[in-house]
């Protein structure tokens, strides 16, 4: 194979660039920090639209099939109006569906906790008569009285003590109070601009691919189709995830209110739907809901609670290893082996985040790697 000087320069110069980047990682990761905490906002943004696109999408293919059975009398409104009507229909949609979750659960998560509450007085002064029953609690008491406080200036250097410790601790609350304020505003901010960011992301989107197809065949000719051929396939499996992911919430939260009613727990479609919601974060959404439901049901039973908590680890794992794989596998195109693997290695490594990037992303490079095996086996 002939070495040319074009090739020897760029094998030095990558060579070079690799040196540097072991070098000087941690300035590179620094960097790469402030770079996505500056774009947190765009690629919030990007999510919602990929998000809110699915819907969207859904509601212009409805619009279609509106225009072409009423084509010569609302084709033309339809077609210059479709795409803010979906967008904003796809928007009210999630909006409505989250406070309607909100609305069911919010009410009860307060009445059980003004409940416990109430109960906390009662609860302390029982104790508290418990305690001053007690002979030896009383003695323990005046003995360390008589050790400690008797002395005036033992007296003194405790509320010395006390003071300083409440001084320093008044001092820390505002500043992780001003703290907070700040970070609340700024992902306030966040939120607003990537919602922004979306809106234009969601109207322009067409001419928005169109300039980045141009860009990519102009400066990278020769990988451009296979990028192309990726994006797409990962599109496909992510587009596929959502929707399967949305499938088994549905499934889930069903199975709880149905499992709910039969064993006659309290709260039974209030808990399904919140538990139904929370699961569209892979694995610990479930609990994340079964906990809140757990807390209403103190206030009733403790016994009612821990039971509904064994009933929630079975559904758990029920539907964690049988129905999970197959309904986002089926849709993906993974098996059930596969999706395990990938959500255990995505959430060790990423956490939520790790689970919900890695099964579509797996999906994608099993599809490609699976149609290039299935090509090459065609040419031999």
Excluded at 24 to 31: D, E, F, T
Excluded at 194 to 208: P, R
């Amino acid at each position: 194979m002939k070495v040319t000087n074009r090739k020897i320069i760029f094998s030095s110069v990558c060579i070079f660039i690799l040196l540097l980047c072991f070098r000087y990682w941690g300035n590179i990761v620094g960097i790469l920090k402030n770079i996505l905490g500056a774009a947190a906002p765009l690629i919030l943004g990007c999510i919602i639209a990929y998000a809110v696109n699915i819907l969207m999408a859904f509601y212009e293919k409805g619009l279609d099939r509106l225009s072409g059975h009423r084509r010569k009398k609302v084709s033309g409104k339809v077609t210059a109006l479709k795409r803010p009507i979906c967008m904003i229909a796809a928007f009210l949609t999630i909006v409505l569906l989250i406070l309607l979750i909100f609305s069911m659960v919010v009410p009860e998560l307060i009445g059980a906790i003004t409940v416990l509450v109430n109960k906390v007085p009662a609860q302390v002064d029982s104790l508290m008569n418990d305690m001053n029953s007690d002979s030896t609690f009383g003695n323990t008491i005046t003995e360390l009285y008589d050790t400690y406080i008797g002395d005036s200036a033992t007296l003194q250097s405790m509320i010395e003590s006390v003071l300083d410790t409440a001084r320093s601790g008044m001092i820390s609350s505002l500043k992780a109070l001003v703290g907070t304020l700040s970070s609340i505003f700024s992902n306030l901010v966040t939120i607003v601009v990537g919602f922004i960011f979306s809106i234009y992301l969601l109207l322009d989107k067409e001419h928005l691919q169109s300039q980045f197809k141009k860009l990519m065949e102009t400066y990278m000719t020769g990988p451009s189709s296979k990028i192309f051929y990726f994006l797409e396939v990962l599109n496909d499996c992510f587009h596929n995830f959502v929707v399967g992911q949305c499938l088994e919430a549905v499934i889930l939260g069903t199975l709880c209110a149905v499992g709910m009613l039969i064993f006659r727990f309290p709260y039974a479609l209030m808990i399904g739907s919140l538990i139904g919601f929370t699961a569209l974060i892979p694995v610990a959404g479930a609990y994340i809901g079964g906990a809140v439901g757990a807390l209403m049901m103190l206030t009733d039973s403790p016994k009612t609670a821990v039971l509904f908590l064994v009933f929630l680890v079975v559904l758990q794992q029920l539907e964690g290893n049988i129905i999970y794989p197959k309904v986002v596998g089926s849709s993906i195109g993974l098996s059930g082996l596969w999706v395990l693997a990938a959500v255990t290695v995505g959430g060790g490594v990423m956490g939520i985040v790790g689970m919900l990037i890695a099964v579509p992303l797996f999906a994608a490079i099993y599809r490609i790697v699976q149609a290039d095996m299935i090509k090459r086996d065609g040419e031999q």
